[in-house]
């Protein structure tokens, strides 16, 4: 009939925050994004932050802060309220890794929505990342997380200079110190203790480099807070703790004990990682049940990899007798015990292995042993053998069977540096690794896409 609508008809409706679309935690910025400035020359301690909000009420699980250097400090994450109190803090001594770093508290922080906070973290070292004017006109929106523009609630981003951790209250040229968060909307309910699922060096272990790394694979991520020399430690047979730096790597749930000096030759040691309410827990406050323990025996001397490196191809599909090796020098004198590879098949077979002088092409030791099962396998020679500092020699092994282990374009871009040792970029000396088909063993002297075939060496700097 054509009449209107007398008045307008109007209401209105708000959209929910997106909560974290991707996964749970959530971040302001992804691992991805990196600082301009990623180390300023400044070596005093401080404090740095950033003021955030979040659309929704939720919970902070941890704190993260971009490292640019590799420089061995002691860092301590916070989060404050507004005015200064502190709600978590979580602790890391000795990191000297770069990048992005996570410290998780040992119990979630529960935050209110459209609140502001503080996340920042303390550097003994200073050299922080640093990207002057980052705030000044605009803030960071991650849903349902925002770091604040400059101005919208005072400055952003905040320091503050110190020789302890301190609410940082000041800014200079709304500069991004580059701090971020662990949010997430729920808490988890998770009573489950975790487990170790996987270490390295095996348990029983024999022949293991000195210069190893040890490693603990867990079940789920843990609250790497938790996660110390005093949580995971290596004993030697006195029960004298071996002194090392703890790390923990968020991605594959794996924490690696590094020993700050070489291990001794032919000797056991005990690796523990440490349950109950002062030992390593997970993301929900969960212990180990008990505490996880296993041994291991070094073996003569140094390798260029540790027995936790593993091929990207096990085993390939190539049943060809064939010699493959690997080109490799040594900064000082010394001697080679024995020579290594990884095998990736159960096949019981006698391998032969040799170490070639590169430049005579000459073979200056050989030995033979019947080998079964997968992964690092040793071959000792009747003596050993010396070499000479900064020359280059070939180890390699024999196989009649092919299925050997493989990694391609290894060594394209760069080589091993494990000093003294170092396997060869390719290109520095000719091509590595190097292959040679036969029925016998001979030196491998052709190349393919600068392949790793995973041959190593035992040296020693005395016989």
């Given at each position: 009939s054509g009449n209107a609508l007398a008045t307008d008809f109007t209401w209105t409706f708000t959209t929910a925050a997106s909560v974290c679309p991707e996964q749970q935690p959530c971040s302001i910025w992804t691992n991805s994004t990196i600082p301009i400035n990623q180390s300023l020359n400044d070596t005093n301690a401080v404090e740095l932050g950033v003021k955030f909000r979040s659309d929704i009420d939720g919970y902070i699980t941890g704190i993260r802060f971009y490292k640019g250097n590799t420089i061995t400090g002691n860092y301590t994450v916070n989060l404050w309220d507004s005015n200064g109190q502190n709600l978590g803090t979580a602790t890391r001594n000795n990191l000297s890794t770069s990048g992005w770093q996570t410290l998780t508290f040992a119990s979630p922080v529960a935050i209110t929505a459209n609140t502001t906070y503080v996340a920042s973290y303390y550097t003994s070292i200073g050299r922080y990342a640093s990207d002057n004017g980052f705030f000044a006109s605009s803030g960071v929106v991650q849903a349902p997380l925002r770091a604040l523009s400059d101005g919208e609630s005072g400055g952003n981003g905040v320091f503050k200079y110190g020789s302890t951790s301190a609410f940082p209250d000041q800014s200079y040229q709304s500069s991004n110190y580059w701090v971020d968060v662990l949010f997430s909307a729920t808490v988890s309910t998770d009573t489950t203790a975790p487990t170790v699922i996987s270490n390295t060096p095996v348990s029983s272990g024999t022949g293991v480099s000195i210069s190893t790394t040890v490693q603990a694979t867990f079940s789920e991520a843990m609250n790497s807070s938790t996660l110390s020399n005093t949580t995971f430690q290596l004993r030697d047979p006195s029960n004298n703790l071996v002194a090392a730096t703890v790390t923990y790597d968020t991605a594959t749930q794996t924490a690696t004990l590094q020993p700050n000096a070489n291990l001794a030759v032919n000797t056991t040691y005990t690796a523990t990682v440490s349950s109950g309410s002062s030992g390593v827990k997970d993301l929900a406050g969960n212990a180990l049940a008990a505490n996880y323990i296993w041994t291991f025996t070094t073996g003569d001397g140094i390798t260029l990899w540790d027995d936790s490196a593993t091929p990207s191809v096990v085993q390939v599909n190539d049943t060809g007798a064939v010699n493959l090796g690997v080109k490799f020098r040594s900064d000082v004198d010394g001697y080679i015990k024995a020579i290594r590879f990884y095998k990736g098949n159960n096949n019981t077979t006698t391998y032969t292995v040799n170490l070639w002088n590169n430049s005579t092409q000459a073979s200056i030791a050989t030995a033979s042993e019947s080998k079964s099962g997968t992964g690092w396998q040793t071959v000792n020679f009747t003596n050993p053998v010396a070499i000479t500092a900064n020359t280059v020699y070939v180890a390699s092994y024999f196989t009649s069977i092919g299925l050997y282990s493989l990694s391609s374009n290894y060594f394209t871009n760069t080589g091993v540096d494990r000093p003294p040792l170092y396997a060869l970029q390719n290109g520095v000396s000719g091509g590595n690794g190097v292959?040679?088909?036969?029925?016998?063993?001979?030196?491998?002297?052709?190349?393919?896409?600068?392949?790793?075939?995973?041959?190593?060496?035992?040296?020693?700097?005395?016989?």
């Open positions: 292959y040679f088909y036969s029925s016998t063993a001979g030196l491998p002297n052709s190349t393919f896409n600068s392949s790793n075939y995973w041959v190593d060496v035992v040296f020693s700097t005395t016989p």
